[in-house]
């Protein structure tokens, strides 16, 4: 462990617009840099190699995994995760979810809706295969995506 | 009714839970951090099946930072676990028999530093030669895994004559075929992990998901050698479960270092570490002969089964037992014989999994039922209703079971599906893509059955904060139980959602009411409600009048508060509140109770009382140049009575039916000499958005037979078990192909392809 902190870098990032400057070590995962330094544990972890999404986040506008982001990757970036998206009231992506019963261990839910609202915001009417396409690195095990289907064709309808 | 969105009113309920998990907030227990945490992991068998020669921790104790390591020797009482049997060695002491199998454990101030430890603790095997199929385990040769040998258990089910052989050559048509099912994984979302902290006095707080708290707390008391009452256990949220979370996983880990440390030990499995330690669904090989005389009547029905259980036992021996009963399905048949091998080998540990053994021997059952109406020359739907049970009809072990038309309910309302009526209809073929259509039924059993202590208990109470509280022992995986607690009190007590407070998933307040499994919850929930609420009600209203003087005919629970009612029972004021009466109570009002499960009068082990039904419809597009299939369509009818909490309801269904099209298409953790090909989800693949069907429809049948009063049943399950027969149906109707072997290759349907369309039926493209 001495080894590392002899290599830990000054990393400067915004997290739902708070800014961070921490020592990190340059690999230093992202997922953990939120879940265990920064205690915003919204943010899941599951599969830890990119392919179930659960610990999607949003840098720089783009959908990232991040248990594939490394601290050096981060220094300057913007990052939004599913603790940035709700203030006073719910997102709407979020009351679609709840009215649709997009969700139930909710698990995978942070990370589903961030990656919807990802798509949303550069595409705000997606045809339902541009949805799929969007969505299929998230993994879902309990609502077999039907509920999350229908929380789109809610936030469409509004 | 047809389950939708927009047809249930005020019926579809938002989650009471929901808003937490959609933003974020909700804390698992895998999200839990405490002050001078401590980080452990486990180290696990390089082997599938070796002797342990000598285990040498030094090195790996000598690492800054590692504060603690265990081996068998820290154990301070039963070094085993199991749900049934305790046969599952918390830490090896001389032999390993999976690759999961744990050998020492180690606590240190960072995650890196235990991971790092682990690698430092050298164990010496001497391998042996691993035991990979069931039948070879079954040898006189083959090295006993246990001490019993190689069979964990054995069932059987006979009935009708002995000699099966005479009546099968006597048969118009008979189908004798072996069907083989995969080593499916739970992937619940959430890996196993949880964190336990050292309370006072030498007691222990563990923070971690299980489906059954209680049962989590006499297996630690067992381990730790303290009483069960110093160990209080935490077991909801749960992210995932589907009957994983069931056994023991972490738990002695984190239990065992924390009481040596003295300081909160936490473990959050890697999808590495979760595939390779945790549970799996039984592959089954199932050999099965069915024959029928030439009206499409089954007189004849031989199974054999032999169940892949794995190392250890822990559900192993239930779960071939209720295949057993299941082998028959809803069918009533003269002449049956069916045994069933529960066999130990060195393939991981296989246990409980949504469906339970009904999943594989449905598959085979329903296949059987078609094959035999295409040598029959007959209509499938002719030879179910021919066998199908009637309502007052024993059940499949010949125990008698709550009346049930349920079987004949989902058979004429599956047949309305508009998937299956557009059949008659030209199959339309696009370029190199054939569409085809199929269906299968299913009958599942609710509850533990006949033989297995299924006791639950409720409790209901007033809060001082004016709450109607409603406790159980039961845990929230995620299935949408708070939400039915909450609909069942609010439904009961014709109170708001306001008025109801829930106290679940935490030994040290909630009342013992049993795993939250065998889709028992729900059912358990509204009977204990049930149980209760007379006397609940006429104790408020007791305390009502005494601090109100007021006639307590005259109060009826409501909205906020106790309310006056006329002679027409219309509520006309609110007389007192709960939370009124709450602070004038000396003592607030309590009820408890316990019950059984409801079970078969006849002493026939494991066999059920209570059954629910499933019919499946779908329509496949079979891609002739890939082998791919895809389920465009699928429609599902379920009979469980009524439907408490319809959004959960329908989730059940569509989750079940996403999972069953895994098993169908594309899952299986494949073993090579014991040792798992599939390390993560990059190559053990799940139904993504994309996989599902375009269209998919749920229809409940919430009528129950005249006079059963034993309420809405669980639907945990029955939504997954008929999903298999139904696509492979589609896909003979599509190819010509019977599928035998799940999930399905599509190098096998080329080849069959190759076979049967291009050169048989001449297919011309268009």
């Given at each position: 462990?001495?080894?590392?902190?002899?290599?830990?870098?000054?990393t400067?990032?915004?997290?739902?617009g708070q800014e961070?400057?921490?020592?990190?070590p340059?690999t230093?995962?992202?997922?953990?840099?939120l879940?265990?330094?920064?205690?915003?544990?919204?943010?899941?972890?599951?599969?830890?190699?990119?392919?179930?999404?659960?610990?999607?986040?949003?840098?720089n506008g783009k959908l990232v995994?991040s248990?594939?982001i490394?601290a050096f990757?981060?220094?300057g970036?913007?990052?939004?995760?599913?603790?940035?998206?709700?203030?006073e009231?719910?997102?709407?992506?979020q009351?679609a979810?709840?009215q649709?019963?997009a969700?139930q261990?909710?698990?995978?839910?942070?990370g589903?809706v961030?990656?919807?609202?990802?798509?949303?915001?550069?595409?705000?009417n997606?045809m339902r295969?541009e949805?799929?396409n969007?969505?299929?690195?998230n993994?879902?095990?309990c609502t077999?995506?039907?509920g999350?289907?229908?929380a789109?064709e809610?936030?469409e309808?509004r | 009714?047809a389950l939708?969105?927009?047809?249930?009113e005020?019926?579809?309920?938002?989650?009471?839970?929901?808003?937490?998990?959609v933003t974020g907030?909700l804390?698992?227990?895998t999200d839990?951090s405490?002050?001078?945490?401590?980080?452990?992991?486990?180290l696990?068998?390089?082997h599938?099946?070796?002797?342990?020669?000598?285990?040498?921790t030094?090195?790996?104790?000598?690492?800054?930072g590692?504060?603690?390591?265990?081996?068998?020797k820290?154990?301070?009482?039963?070094?085993?676990?199991?749900?049934?049997?305790?046969?599952q060695?918390?830490?090896?002491?001389d032999?390993v028999?999976?690759?999961?199998d744990?050998?020492a454990a180690?606590?240190?101030?960072?995650?890196?530093?235990a991971?790092?430890a682990?690698t430092?603790i050298?164990?010496?095997?001497?391998?042996?030669?691993?035991?990979?199929?069931?039948?070879?385990?079954?040898?006189?040769s083959?090295?006993?895994l246990?001490?019993?040998?190689?069979?964990?258990?054995s069932?059987?089910?006979?009935?009708g004559?002995?000699?099966l052989e005479d009546?099968?050559?006597?048969c118009?048509?008979v189908?004798?075929?072996?069907?083989l099912?995969?080593?499916q994984?739970h992937?619940?979302?959430?890996?196993e992990g949880?964190?336990?902290?050292?309370?006072e006095?030498?007691k222990l707080?563990?923070?971690a998901?299980?489906?059954?708290?209680f049962?989590?707390?006499?297996q630690?008391?067992?381990?730790?050698?303290?009483?069960?009452?110093n160990?209080?256990?935490v077991?909801?949220?749960?992210?995932?479960?589907?009957?994983g979370k069931d056994e023991?996983?972490?738990?002695?880990y984190?239990?065992?270092?924390?009481?040596?440390?003295?300081?909160?030990?936490k473990?959050?499995?890697?999808?590495r570490?979760?595939?390779?330690?945790g549970?799996k669904?039984?592959?089954?090989?199932?050999?099965?002969?069915?024959?029928?005389?030439d009206?499409g009547?089954?007189?004849?029905?031989k199974?054999?089964i032999?169940a892949?259980t794995?190392?250890?036992?822990?559900?192993g021996?239930a779960?071939?037992?209720?295949?057993?009963?299941h082998s028959?399905?809803?069918y009533?048949?003269?002449?049956?014989n069916?045994?069933?091998?529960a066999?130990y080998t060195?393939?991981g540990?296989?246990?409980?999994?949504?469906?339970?053994?009904?999943?594989?021997?449905t598959?085979?059952?329903?296949?059987?039922?078609e094959r035999?109406?295409?040598?029959?020359?007959?209509?499938?739907?002719?030879?179910r209703q021919?066998?199908?049970?009637?309502e007052?009809?024993?059940?499949?072990v010949?125990q008698?079971?709550?009346p049930t038309?349920?079987?004949?309910?989902v058979?004429?309302?599956?047949?309305?599906?508009?998937?299956?009526l557009?059949?008659?209809?030209q199959?339309?073929?696009?370029?190199?893509?054939?569409k085809?259509?199929?269906?299968s039924?299913?009958m599942?059993?609710?509850?533990l059955g006949?033989?297995?202590?299924d006791p639950?208990?409720?409790?209901?109470s007033?809060?001082?904060?004016?709450?109607?509280e409603?406790?159980?022992g039961?845990?929230?995986?995620?299935q949408?139980?708070?939400?039915?607690?909450?609909?069942?009190?609010v439904d009961?007590?014709?109170?708001?959602?306001e008025?109801?407070?829930?106290?679940?998933g935490?030994?040290?307040?909630?009342?013992h009411?049993g795993?939250?499994?065998a889709?028992r919850?729900?059912?358990m929930?509204?009977?204990g409600i049930n149980k209760?609420?007379d006397?609940f009600?006429?104790?408020l209203?007791t305390?009502?009048?005494?601090?109100?003087?007021?006639?307590k005919?005259?109060?009826?629970?409501g909205?906020?508060g106790?309310w006056?009612?006329?002679?027409?029972k219309?509520?006309?004021n609110?007389?007192?509140?709960?939370?009124?009466l709450?602070a004038?109570?000396?003592?607030?009002?309590?009820v408890?109770?316990?019950?059984?499960?409801?079970?078969?009068?006849?002493?026939i082990?494991?066999?059920?009382y209570?059954?629910?039904?499933a019919?499946?419809a779908?329509?496949?597009e079979?891609?002739?140049l890939?082998?791919?299939?895809?389920?465009?369509?699928i429609?599902?009818?379920?009979?469980?009575?009524?439907a408490?909490n319809?959004?959960?309801?329908?989730?059940?269904?569509e989750g079940?039916a996403s999972?069953?099209?895994g098993?169908?298409?594309?899952?299986?953790?494949?073993?090579?000499?014991?040792?798992?090909m599939?390390?993560?989800?990059?190559?053990?693949?799940i139904?993504t958005?994309?996989?599902i069907?375009n269209?998919?429809?749920v229809?409940?049948?919430?009528e129950?037979?005249?006079?059963?009063?034993f309420?809405?049943?669980?639907?945990?399950e029955?939504?997954?078990?008929?999903?298999?027969?139904?696509?492979v149906?589609?896909?003979h109707?599509?190819?010509?192909?019977?599928?035998t072997k799940?999930p399905i290759?599509?190098?096998?349907i080329l080849?069959?392809?190759?076979?049967?369309?291009?050169?048989?039926?001449?297919?011309q493209?268009?």
């Open positions: 462990m001495n080894n590392q902190k002899a290599a830990e870098k000054t400067k990032f915004t997290v739902n961070y400057e921490l020592s990190l340059p230093y995962r992202l997922v953990n840099i879940r265990d330094v920064l205690n915003l544990t919204g943010t899941k972890i599951s599969c830890e190699v990119g392919r179930c999404g659960a610990c999607s986040v949003i840098m995994n248990c594939l490394m990757h981060i220094d970036a913007e990052i939004i995760t599913i603790e940035g998206l709700s203030k009231t719910l997102h709407p992506i009351e979810f709840l649709a019963g969700l261990c909710g698990y995978c839910t942070p589903m961030i990656a919807l609202k990802s798509l949303l915001d550069e595409n705000p997606p295969e949805v799929q969007a969505l299929c690195g993994l879902c095990r077999g995506y039907e999350i289907l229908r789109v809610i936030l309808n | 009714m939708h969105i927009n047809n249930l005020n019926r579809w309920k938002i989650r009471r839970d929901g808003e937490q998990k907030n804390k698992y227990l839990l405490f002050p001078d945490m401590l980080y452990a992991g486990v696990r068998s390089k599938p099946h070796a002797v342990i020669i000598s285990i040498d030094k090195e790996a104790e000598d690492l800054p590692v504060a603690a390591i265990i081996t068998h820290d154990i301070p009482g039963l070094n085993g676990f199991g749900l049934i049997i305790q046969d060695p918390v830490l090896c002491k032999k028999r999976y690759v999961g744990a050998i180690v606590a240190a101030n960072s995650k890196e530093i991971e790092k682990i430092l050298k164990v010496n095997y001497k391998i042996l030669p691993p035991i990979i199929d069931p039948e070879e385990g079954l040898h006189a083959a090295i006993p246990h001490e019993k040998g190689n069979l964990l258990h069932a059987s089910f006979k009935k004559t002995s000699d009546i099968f050559s006597s118009s048509a189908v004798e075929d072996v069907y099912t995969p080593r994984m992937t619940y979302m959430e890996t949880g964190v336990a902290v050292p309370e006095a030498g707080t563990v923070y998901p299980t489906q059954h708290g049962k989590d707390q006499l630690l008391s067992r381990i730790l050698n303290i009483p069960k009452e160990i209080r256990v077991s909801s949220p749960i992210g995932g479960s589907f009957g023991l996983n972490i738990q002695p984190i239990s065992l270092l924390a009481l040596k440390t003295g300081k909160p030990v473990i959050h499995q890697s999808r570490m979760s595939i390779k330690s549970i669904r039984h592959p089954m090989k199932i050999y099965m002969k069915t024959g029928a005389d009206k009547k089954i007189v004849a029905h199974v054999k032999m892949d794995g190392a250890y036992a822990t559900l021996a779960v071939l037992d209720f295949a057993v009963e028959t399905g809803p009533r048949i003269d002449h049956v069916i045994e069933g091998y066999v060195n393939n540990v296989a246990g409980e999994f949504r469906g339970f053994g009904g999943n594989q021997v598959f085979a059952l329903e296949t059987q039922m035999l109406a295409e040598k029959l020359n007959m209509d499938s739907t002719v030879i021919k066998n199908i049970r009637k007052d009809d024993l059940g499949p010949e008698e079971i709550v038309d349920g079987a004949n309910a058979l004429k309302e599956i047949l309305k599906s508009p998937i299956l557009q059949k008659n209809k199959n339309k073929r696009e370029e190199f893509k054939v085809g259509v199929g269906y039924i299913t599942h059993g609710g509850g006949f033989g297995r202590p639950s208990g409720a409790r209901l007033l809060t001082k904060e004016g709450k109607l409603a406790s159980f039961f845990e929230e995986c995620g949408g139980l708070i939400t039915s607690i909450e609909m069942i009190m009961t007590f014709d109170c708001s959602s008025d109801v407070a829930i106290l679940i935490d030994t040290s307040k909630v009342p009411s795993s939250s499994t889709s919850a729900t059912n929930v509204w009977l209760l609420k006397t009600k006429e104790k209203l305390l009502a009048e005494y601090y109100t003087n007021m006639d005919d005259l109060l009826t629970f909205k906020g106790i006056q009612q006329n002679k027409n219309d509520r006309t609110l007389v007192i509140s709960y939370k009124e709450a004038k109570c000396e003592e607030l009002p309590l408890a109770t316990t019950y059984h499960f409801p079970t078969t009068p006849n002493a082990d494991g066999g059920h209570l059954y629910t039904f019919g499946v779908c329509e496949v079979v891609d002739l890939t082998g791919r299939v895809v389920v465009t369509k429609d599902h009818v379920i009979s469980a009575g009524p408490v319809p959004m959960g309801y329908l989730g059940q269904i079940g999972m069953g099209l098993f169908t298409l594309m899952e299986d953790a494949v073993m090579e000499y014991g040792r798992y599939t390390e993560n989800l990059d190559s053990y693949l139904p958005i994309l996989d069907p269209e998919t429809q229809t409940a049948l919430e129950l037979s005249l006079g059963d009063t309420g809405p049943r669980g639907v945990g029955i939504g997954t078990v008929a999903v298999a027969p139904a696509i149906s589609a896909i109707d599509a190819t010509n192909l019977w599928v799940l290759q599509p190098a096998e080849k069959a392809v190759e076979d049967q369309l291009l050169k048989g039926m001449e297919v493209y268009e």
